[in-house]
């Protein structure tokens, strides 16, 4: 996946989050739960100044009402951009599907998908 291609939205801040992450899986490897990627994640982001919310919460519209559960992105960067951290083999398909709901409630353009538990980082950008 080239991730410099310039026709995706938002491809100068994708390509950079997942610069970020190549540096995160560069300095820990696999093998460690997803939460402390996480937190290595906010590590660098909050270190480059870039804006983002850490487990932000959306409510569920569900035809005229408000369902009485949340979802919560694991990042959401630059307000635009969800952010998914995986800590595991490979990237499954119910993951795909969740993202992409996640851009429907969010209204963000970019979701990313980013998996720390393979030998090299694994990522996948989802437009909506």
Same mark, same amino acid.
């Given at each position: 996946? *080239? $991730?410099? =291609?310039?026709?995706?939205?938002?491809? @100068?801040?994708?390509?950079? &989050?997942?610069?970020?992450?190549?540096?995160?899986?560069?300095?820990?490897?696999?093998?460690?739960?997803?939460?402390?990627?996480?937190?290595?994640?906010?590590? /660098?982001? *909050? @270190?480059? =100044?870039?804006?983002?919310?850490? /487990?932000?919460?959306?409510?569920?519209?569900?035809?005229? #009402? $408000?369902?009485?559960?949340? !979802?919560?992105? *694991? !990042?959401?960067?630059?307000?635009? &951009?969800?952010?998914? +951290?995986?800590?595991?083999?490979?990237?499954?398909?119910?993951?795909?599907?969740?993202? +992409? =709901?996640?851009?429907?409630?969010?209204?963000?353009?970019?979701?990313? #998908?980013?998996?720390?538990?393979?030998?090299?980082? #694994?990522?996948?950008? &989802?437009?909506?």
């Amino acid at each position: 996946m *080239d $991730i410099n =291609n310039k026709n995706y939205p938002l491809s @100068k801040e994708s390509s950079e &989050i997942i610069g970020i992450a190549m540096e995160v899986h560069r300095c820990l490897g696999r093998g460690f739960s997803e939460i402390v990627y996480k937190d290595a994640m906010e590590y /660098e982001i *909050d @270190k480059r =100044n870039i804006y983002y919310k850490r /487990e932000k919460e959306y409510l569920i519209k569900y035809k005229e #009402i $408000i369902l009485a559960h949340k !979802f919560y992105a *694991d !990042f959401v960067v630059f307000d635009s &951009i969800i952010l998914e +951290i995986k800590a595991q083999k490979g990237i499954a398909e119910e993951q795909y599907a969740q993202v +992409i =709901n996640y851009l429907v409630a969010s209204k963000c353009q970019v979701g990313l #998908i980013l998996n720390f538990g393979e030998s090299s980082l #694994i990522f996948r950008r &989802i437009v909506f």
